[in-house]
């Protein structure tokens, strides 16, 4: 008899609607043992108000002899009460946890041990290892069956190179598709231009540092791993086949990082010739990369909607993020969109070292002058494995804070300490005034800088006609370089019935 493993996707209770796209790290794990011969549950708990009572009642009548869990760093709450609520019912299984949150720690982690000064990362990574029996950092398609050994370690280290469970890009080709299957694939719901839409990673990890940015610690979301051209085709033809979707959107975090990313168009577009249909795609593009060759391509391939991380419209502010794009490469970037017939969602956000009332203002005169299709204005967040995080210091006699400096220009960056098991608020607010701020700079207040960011949201709104629309994709840098969560939607939370969970 098949051992059974059950992986559980907890809610993201801070997005809007958490049916818009399924986590796919989970799916490729799960792809994996399946392949080896395991039998996979999948408890997918996005979206589900009680979620605690369906993860006992679930745990109570498994038969899994283990369960494997994802989180990322907002996530994590709702993670930890999962775990209490299994754990009650089957004390005798092993609970592992993976994903971006225990990556992204246990990178902070190793930079505190190499300087010698164990601080707030070490702390979390030891609260982690007091809740679960196995943390794995970095790739999990190898490690899930080290974690699942009889005498598995307590932690599993597969976001070092060296490491034989780090993928290769060979490695990473010959992988089994993400097992959808497993997911209730017509409850999730995303549209690009009216095309019902999932989807799909033709690469892993972006090379760029900007310092608010998870995983530019962590090698195995910092080095870029590439899928062969016939593979992503491969995959985009079986989602078509078994799931009829002609919208796909590729979430990986640059696609024009690829070298081949204009082969990569012409074979989408060779398949939509095969298969007589038309596509409609999705993605994001690093700004000062894009060139007219990219844009034509990408528009023949079907995408109609590209999205680019510009972040900000003040000089200082760029340097002080270390984006490696001028404001003037930005602009660039979307008159080259333009000339293709493609529209540009800007993503955009406050709150880096040495934000000022200025460099908000001047960051609400671009996007004036740029005009970009759509925009999206987030207060930044400082996560584990951020450079924000990872480089900061404790701010001298003020308990709880931290202080990050950029030094080319001395400015600085304070943030609160988090309970990482127990806040989630803080990675995202509702765009429509419910932003909260857990850092603050020397010119702008927590308070102010929320303030600020609902001023810019309505005056750009407004001056540029971009109507407010709580079903767009509002995607972080986070979300595309280790945090990949859903996007913000029509409310859906929905109590689920015990008879609903099934007897098993």
């Given at each position: 008899?098949?051992?059974?493993v ?23 794990v ?5 392949t ?11 979206g ?6 369906v993860?006992a ?5 498994s038969?899994?002899v283990?369960?494997g869990?994802t989180a990322t760093?907002p996530?994590l709450p709702?993670?930890a009460?999962?775990?209490r ?18 990556t ?10 190499a300087?010698?000064a164990?601080?707030r990362?070490?702390?979390a990574?030891?609260k982690l290892?007091?809740?679960f029996?196995?943390?794995?950092a970095g790739d ?13 370690p ?9 490491s034989?469970l780090f993928l290769?890009n060979?490695?990473?080709?010959a992988?089994?598709?993400p097992?959808?299957?497993l ?7 995303y549209?690009?231009d ?5 989807s799909?990673?033709a690469?892993?990890g972006?090379p ?8 530019r ?9 590439m ?12 989602m078509h ?9 590729l979430y ?7 070298l081949k990313m204009i082969?990569l168009?012409e074979?989408i ?14 993605g ?6 894009f060139?007219d ?8 391939a079907?995408f109609?909607?590209?999205l ?5 419209g ?9 984006k490696r794009?001028t404001?003037?490469?930005n602009?660039r970037?979307?008159e ?5 017939g ?11 070292p040495?934000?000022?009332e ?5 960051t609400?005169?671009?996007?004036m002058?740029a005009?970009?299709?759509d ?21 001298p006699?003020k308990?709880?804070?931290w202080?990050?400096?950029f030094?080319?220009?001395g ?23 419910g932003?909260?701020s857990?850092v603050h700079t ?5 308070d102010?800088?929320v ?12 001056s540029?006609k971009?109507?407010?629309?709580p079903s767009?994709a509002?995607v ?11 996007l913000?939607g029509?409310?859906?939370r929905?109590?689920?019935s015990?008879e ?5």
């Amino acid at each position: 008899m098949k051992k059974t493993v059950c992986l559980v996707i907890p809610p993201s209770v801070f997005l809007l609607d958490e049916r818009v796209f399924m986590s796919l790290g989970v799916l490729k794990v799960a792809a994996a043992l399946e392949t080896a011969g395991w039998q996979v549950d999948l408890l997918d708990l996005s979206g589900i108000a009680n979620f605690e009572e369906v993860a006992a009642l679930y745990a109570a009548s498994s038969p899994a002899v283990a369960f494997g869990m994802t989180a990322t760093t907002p996530q994590l709450p709702a993670a930890a009460k999962i775990l209490r609520a299994m754990r009650d019912r089957r004390p005798e299984a092993r609970f592992v946890l993976g994903g971006p949150h225990v990556t992204l720690v246990n990178a902070a982690r190793k930079r505190e041990a190499a300087r010698g000064a164990p601080g707030r990362a070490t702390a979390a990574y030891d609260k982690l290892s007091g809740l679960f029996d196995v943390l794995v950092a970095g790739d999990g398609e190898e490690a899930v069956f080290t974690a699942l050994e009889k005498d598995a370690p307590p932690f599993i280290d597969a976001d070092e190179p060296r490491s034989p469970l780090f993928l290769s890009n060979e490695r990473l080709d010959a992988l089994p598709f993400p097992a959808r299957h497993l997911v209730d694939v017509a409850s999730y719901r995303y549209e690009i231009d009216g095309l019902r839409a999932l989807s799909l990673i033709a690469q892993l990890g972006c090379p760029f540092e900007c310092g608010f940015c998870g995983g530019r610690e962590s090698p195995s979301l910092r080095r870029v791993r590439m899928r062969s051209t016939a593979s992503v085709v491969e995959e985009m033809r079986r989602m078509h086949r078994d799931f009829g979707v002609r919208g796909f959107m590729l979430y990986d975090d640059e696609l024009n990082v690829n070298l081949k990313m204009i082969e990569l168009m012409e074979g989408i577009k060779a398949l939509q010739r095969e298969l007589g249909v038309e596509f409609r795609l999705r993605g994001f593009v690093k700004s000062q990369l894009f060139t007219d060759e990219q844009a034509r391509a990408m528009r023949e391939a079907g995408f109609r909607w590209i999205l680019t991380g510009f972040e900000s419209g003040s000089p200082r502010i760029l340097q002080n993020i270390n984006k490696r794009a001028t404001r003037e490469e930005n602009t660039r970037a979307l008159e080259t969109a333009r000339r293709h017939g493609l529209k540009v969602k800007a993503l955009m956000s406050i709150g880096h070292p040495g934000e000022s009332e200025q460099t908000v203002r001047e960051t609400r005169d671009w996007l004036m002058a740029a005009k970009p299709d759509d925009f999206d204005l987030t207060i930044i967040t400082t996560y584990p494995g951020t450079p924000y995080y990872d480089r900061a210091v404790p701010a001298p006699g003020k308990p709880g804070l931290w202080v990050y400096t950029f030094e080319k220009t001395g400015d600085r960056l304070f943030s609160r300490e988090v309970d990482y098991t127990q806040v989630a608020e803080y990675y995202k607010g509702d765009p429509d005034g419910g932003y909260q701020s857990y850092v603050h700079t020397d010119h702008l207040s927590e308070d102010r800088l929320v303030a600020l960011r609902d001023e810019v949201e309505r005056e750009v709104r407004g001056s540029l006609k971009i109507p407010f629309n709580p079903s767009r994709a509002a995607v972080r840098f986070e979300h595309s370089m280790g945090q990949p969560g859903v996007l913000p939607g029509s409310i859906l939370r929905r109590t689920v019935s015990p008879e609903e969970i099934g007897n098993r």
